[in-house]
């Protein structure tokens, strides 16, 4: 008998010795991400180099590095303005090999497919917005705050166009972002780091053809589309002999045919046919002809203006890649482009060298969490926590003594 209540104790023990090592190991050594070449990777998850252009068929996140001369260019978000759980709206990532990134717009649902990437957050600081409307803007208000978190400590840059008057300009809609999110971000305060919670905008003429980016060897240059109203553009980032074409939304236009004329990866939107639209979307033939055609390029512009720009990789996107949809668009397509074509989805990847290019998809976990913030967003300067914000018969509403108290001085 005594010797079963030895054996107890001696197990019960062995569970306490290794609870205390258990909270030991978790209190005193949150794992921080690794730096690779100057870029934050999830802690234990050494990226690759990948030789001899053998890419893995599936791209993982956070598995391969991305070498000194290649792109790598990630769609986050391929569809509409009215949502889809298939294509969450427009946003294009591109990695260099210098370990800069830069965002090309920052459509609706946008963060959710990068928050599945586990990306470096401090890195994605620089945002390029074609143009205002929500499917290509509407995520910018949940980068800048869910970055902020995830690992950026320092400004969110948003480069946008001009409108017709200044209020139709990217300025006043980041101005207004901030005014409307004030008490989100002044809430905040002093729990994050200060500088982290500022984004700043970059406005530049719409009307020109211009450099409006230029930094350690990247370029990025901006020119016209023609999209309902004045304030849409289009971007070309040039770097180390590598060149990438976002397309905002416009009809086929002659900067386009002209910025894009020989470039490597040429990504325009390729929207629904006419009769497609009438039949999704229940428009009359007039509005689903104005909206697809006039608005917008339906597959057989697409492919003529791929003809005209004779890109080393097409890729279409801003439609649905439904079963019943998709074949037709890349039908349409092929009636009038027969080069080197990818029709993107969300989470299509593509790697860009100068002698080669892959095109793949990601496969991410969807129970990802970020990867965690790094020493340098650990110290950056932060103010003192927020207080003052309620008034006192608030405040005295609270029911005392439900909550643990602080197990180590806070003050
Ligand atoms: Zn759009
Ligand atoms: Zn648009």
Wanted: proline share 7%.
């Amino acid at each position: 008998m005594s010797k079963i209540v030895n054996s107890k104790s001696t197990i019960l023990a062995i569970v306490a010795v290794v609870a205390v090592a258990l909270v030991a190991g978790t209190s005193s050594s949150v794992a921080k991400p690794d730096k690779v070449d100057g870029v934050n990777v999830p802690f234990g998850r050494i990226p690759q180099k990948v030789k001899d252009n053998r890419y893995p068929r599936t791209y993982y996140p956070n598995t391969e590095k991305v070498t000194k001369d290649e792109m790598r260019i990630t769609a986050l978000g391929t569809g509409m303005p009215n949502q889809s759980p298939s294509n969450v709206a427009a946003c294009f990532l591109v990695e260099l090999g210098n370990g800069e990134s830069f965002l090309f717009d920052m459509g609706t649902g946008s963060t959710d497919r990068l928050a599945g990437l586990e990306p470096d957050y401090s890195k994605l600081d620089k945002v390029f917005i074609s143009h205002l409307h929500t499917d290509h803007a509407g995520d910018l208000a949940a980068l800048w705050v869910g970055g902020w978190i995830n690992g950026r400590y320092t400004p969110l840059h948003v480069y946008g166009p001009s409108g017709s008057s200044p209020e139709l300009g990217t300025k006043v809609h980041v101005d207004h972002i901030r005014e409307a999110w004030a008490w989100d971000v002044t809430s905040r305060a002093g729990t994050l780091p200060n500088a982290g919670g500022e984004i700043v905008a970059h406005e530049f003429d719409f009307s020109k053809t211009a450099v409006i980016y230029n930094k350690n060897g990247v370029k990025v240059t901006s020119f016209p589309a023609i999209h309902i109203r004045d304030g849409s553009v289009s971007f070309r980032l040039d770097w180390k002999g590598l060149s990438f074409v976002f397309g905002g939304d416009s009809v086929p236009n002659k900067w386009f045919a002209k910025e894009a004329k020989g470039a490597d990866v040429v990504v325009h939107e390729c929207f629904f046919t006419p009769e497609q639209w009438m039949r999704i979307a229940g428009f009359p033939y007039k509005q689903a002809y104005w909206v697809t055609s006039v608005i917008h390029t339906p597959p057989q512009g697409f492919g003529k203006l791929m003809s005209m720009v004779k890109p080393r990789l097409a890729v279409a996107y801003h439609y649905w890649n439904h079963r019943d949809l998709e074949l037709e668009i890349y039908d349409g397509v092929r009636e009038t482009y027969d080069g080197p074509l990818a029709m993107a989805d969300d989470l299509t990847v593509i790697n860009l060298r100068k002698d080669h290019i892959e095109v793949r998809e990601v496969t991410f976990n969807h129970d990802s969490w970020p990867q965690g913030t790094s020493k340098e967003w650990d110290t950056a300067p932060r103010g003192e926590p927020a207080t003052g914000l309620m008034a006192d018969w608030l405040k005295k509403g609270e029911l005392k003594g439900l909550n643990p108290p602080p197990k180590q001085p806070i003050e």
